[in-house]
């Protein structure tokens, strides 16, 4: 398939890009956090973008959705990371609705993809338990109780758990910490009892929490796929939260480049142009090769996610290792190339490096992926 975007993809593009310079620049994520704003983001601004199609994005149209799959997704992904546009889009509309796509019965379907569609409800993804990305690492236990289950255990970078009204959460029903086989994915209220959340302000300015579970009660209605058949599940619903991240990280570096273009242009040394000078002209075109690489990586992983669900783990992870690397460096050179100014909260080009280092680590950084795909490749 060529690695290009058809023309109902251009134009979700171009009305998504219009409607976030507008509507939520890098200016709005400033005041947000000058403000210490409780959510993190604006529920008006969300509610509007829910009304646009983007909260059911990848939701089937039959459950409320626009159905734009994983590539639609991947395209307001990468506008938001132009802006750093502050929302639940990632944890609600691609991981919450995948995992309920993918691994939901009927009822599941029915009762929570509107919602989500809707904007009506915020979910949240509850993975890690330490600082770095395992999720063969969960040790959080899912014991039997009658007839359902008890978890018990922490979580910790949540992405918008704080807000979030339901949440799913990998547990361990069988095997140990560092074991593929035992994990199983439960969809809870996050308003249980048992439930404590405590909200984690990141570097980035966005949001995210720990959350411990104290003898939470499940039932089997609140499994979503298979016990003890979790991880392959869980990796599914990872692999489009990859991609997502991977393509608001593409956004963000292109973002990044043009504002360090447009600075190279006007700033003066010499009576000169910087931008004029060779050594800084060769910087700025290895970044646009590179960008440029990055791009159709991530388009590549999201049109795999839509083609071949099942099988897209290993492009999804070069792509998040690739953008993950490119995005760094981007951010690294626009800060250098800014000189000191680059340096201080006045300009936002140091938003633009908080956001890409944080979406670097979350759900795997480069040598996680590297790993990863080794593995998948039997190395």
């Not at 171009?14 to 200016?27: I, M, N, Q, T, Y």
């Not at 199983?184 to 302000?201: A, Y």
Request: with cysteine; aromatic share 6%.
């Amino acid at each position: 398939m060529p690695l290009i975007l058809n023309e109902e993809q251009e134009m979700l593009r171009d009305s998504a890009r219009g409607f976030l310079d507008e509507k939520a620049p890098v200016a709005a994520l400033r005041k947000l956090r000058d403000a210490n704003d409780p959510d993190g983001f604006s529920r008006d601004l969300w509610k509007e973008m829910a009304e646009m199609g983007w909260a059911g994005i990848i939701v089937d149209e039959g459950y409320g959705g626009s159905g734009f799959g994983f590539v639609g997704a991947g395209v307001l992904a990468e506008e938001m990371g132009r802006t750093l546009t502050a929302s639940p889009y990632l944890s609600s509309s691609i991981l919450a609705a995948t995992a309920l796509k993918k691994l939901g019965n009927d009822a599941q379907r029915q009762e929570n993809l509107p919602k989500i569609a809707a904007g009506e409800l915020l979910y949240a993804l509850a993975v890690d338990e330490g600082a770095k990305h395992g999720p063969a690492k969960t040790a959080m236990a899912a014991e039997k109780h009658g007839n359902g289950f008890k978890l018990s255990g922490d979580k910790t970078f949540v992405a918008d758990g704080h807000v979030a009204d339901k949440i799913i959460v990998a547990a361990r029903t069988a095997g140990s910490p560092g074991e593929r086989k035992g994990l199983t994915l439960f969809l809870v209220d996050s308003k249980s009892n048992g439930i404590e959340v405590e909200r984690t302000q990141m570097v980035d300015s966005r949001n995210a929490a720990r959350i411990k579970f104290d003898g939470v009660e499940a039932t089997g209605d609140d499994i979503l796929g298979e016990v003890d058949g979790g991880f392959g599940a869980l990796e599914g619903v990872l692999n489009a939260g990859r991609a997502g991240l991977a393509a608001e990280m593409s956004g963000a570096s292109q973002a990044a480049f043009k504002m360090t273009v447009d600075y190279l242009k006007e700033r003066k040394q010499f009576g000169t142009e910087i931008g004029t000078f060779q050594a800084l002209q060769h910087r700025a075109a290895h970044l646009y090769s590179e960008i440029e690489i990055a791009k159709s990586a991530v388009l590549k992983a999201l049109q795999e996610l839509d083609d071949n669900y099942g099988i897209a783990g290993a492009v999804c992870s070069l792509a998040k290792a690739k953008v993950g690397e490119v995005a760094k460096l981007a951010s690294q050179e626009a800060v250098q190339m800014h000189g000191g100014i680059g340096m201080t909260d006045e300009y936002d080009i140091g938003f633009y490096m908080k956001r890409i280092r944080v979406a670097q680590e979350m759900f795997g950084d480069p040598a996680f992926h590297a790993d990863r795909i080794a593995q998948l490749r039997g190395y």
